[in-house]
């Protein structure tokens, strides 16, 4: 009998950006760890380096990677809405997803320039790609009621963009030990008072109101009634 061979083969590109992802979300794209994104995809750094001998381009790959399935799931909306109410929804639902993206939280608060400049810089990969989705939101029949569509995109970019790189205030609580190397987690901490309720209802609400503006300015931008009913409707 033949020897079993303990070849294994390489992880898929696929895998790799998602490790390369989840790397960003933990350092900030300036700073991705090409170990821990090889830990991640269960490979070696040599793999990744023999393919991508420029990090900054396997970041730019991998961030392009995700933006296109954020995009896609908001767009898989199953709704009772149409025209433009239904490309509006999808756009708030899309502006969201980034915005509380942990890639986007980290790069809020370690690189905090980075997401200024893309709000100044549309001329990107990144804004391509939002721009070539926003074009495929709309029906012929809907295309030819609106402004040119290579004009509108960008106005629709530059309405969405502050609402996607803006993301909410990571929730500060108090309440744990000031040393966590001597908690002991396998007790409630019943000293102070449980604040992550009253966090959650008010980032609940920001995300509300963030949507519904977002929404309203959206219905207006595309000639539909600002006061429509489906401009007050939860997320």
């Given at each position: ?53 420029d990090r900054q381009v396997l970041v730019r790959e991998a961030a392009e990677s995700e933006l296109q399935r954020v995009l896609f799931v908001?767009?898989d909306l199953l709704s009772e809405q149409e025209g433009v109410c239904q490309v509006a929804e999808m756009i708030v639902r899309a502006a ?82 000031a040393d966590s190397s001597h908690a002991d987690y396998s007790r409630p901490d019943t000293s102070r008072p449980d604040t992550s309720r ?38």
């Amino acid at each position: 009998m033949r020897p079993r061979s303990s070849y294994k083969a390489p992880p898929s590109q696929t895998l790799i950006y998602s490790a390369v992802v989840q790397s960003m979300a933990e350092h900030g794209p300036r700073k991705m760890n090409m170990a821990l994104a090889a830990r991640i995809a269960e490979t070696d750094r040599q793999l990744l380096y023999r393919n991508w001998p420029d990090r900054q381009v396997l970041v730019r790959e991998a961030a392009e990677s995700e933006l296109q399935r954020v995009l896609f799931v908001a767009s898989d909306l199953l709704s009772e809405q149409e025209g433009v109410c239904q490309v509006a929804e999808m756009i708030v639902r899309a502006a969201r997803m980034v915005r509380e993206h942990p890639v986007t939280r980290t790069t809020a608060r370690t690189d905090p320039d980075l997401l200024r400049n893309a709000l100044l810089d549309m001329d990107t990969r990144l804004h391509g790609r939002a721009r070539y989705w926003l074009e495929g939101l709309f029906p012929e029949p809907l295309a030819r009621t609106l402004p040119p569509m290579y004009w509108l995109r960008d106005v629709l970019l530059t309405i969405a963009a502050p609402f996607a790189l803006t993301p909410p205030e990571e929730p500060h609580t108090d309440s744990g030990p000031a040393d966590s190397s001597h908690a002991d987690y396998s007790r409630p901490d019943t000293s102070r008072p449980d604040t992550s309720r009253t966090n959650t209802s008010r980032t609940n609400t920001s995300r509300a109101a963030l949507d519904r503006r977002l929404r309203v300015t959206l219905h207006v931008c595309l000639g539909a009634a600002p006061d429509c009913p489906c401009t007050s409707a939860s997320p």
